[in-house]
């Protein structure tokens, strides 16, 4: 059996609109060692505790009210109007379509998962963003994590 990872140390932002989603992922999150869960049940709430709280990782639901799922994206990942562009961010997807996930990857998200998912999943995106964390690029006014697979190219 594997072991259960630990990100100790760390603080997380979970965005959902649902509070029943929220404490799943905060319960989640506090069995691998993250004691600090903010939650904000918008989009713009979530900015107001971004710019606050400067959290260590962000996970955010792609549809949202008030201030969408893909704006707090582009919000986070513009410097000019962003505390932390470079913010990790993981994306849930209730629907995963071809033109949602190519539209969040183009703005820039680190990790993407469908929901719903299990906590070994959600552990194995934390897994890749603390300890394999991509170099970010400006595209356009966006900071984006470089692809894999542009990165593997690079050492080729």
Known sequence: MIATPTFPDLSALVVDESLYIRRIVRDMLMRVGIKRV???PDGAEALGVLAESKPDIAIIDWDLSILSGEEFIRLARTPSTSPCPTLPIILMLAQPRRNVVDRAVGLGVNEIIAKPFSPKT???????????????SQVKSLLRPIPRAAGLKAFA
């Open 122 to 136: 959600l552990w194995s995106r934390l897994d890749e963003i603390i300890n394999r964390p991509r170099p970010y």
């Open 38 to 40: 903010l939650e904000a």
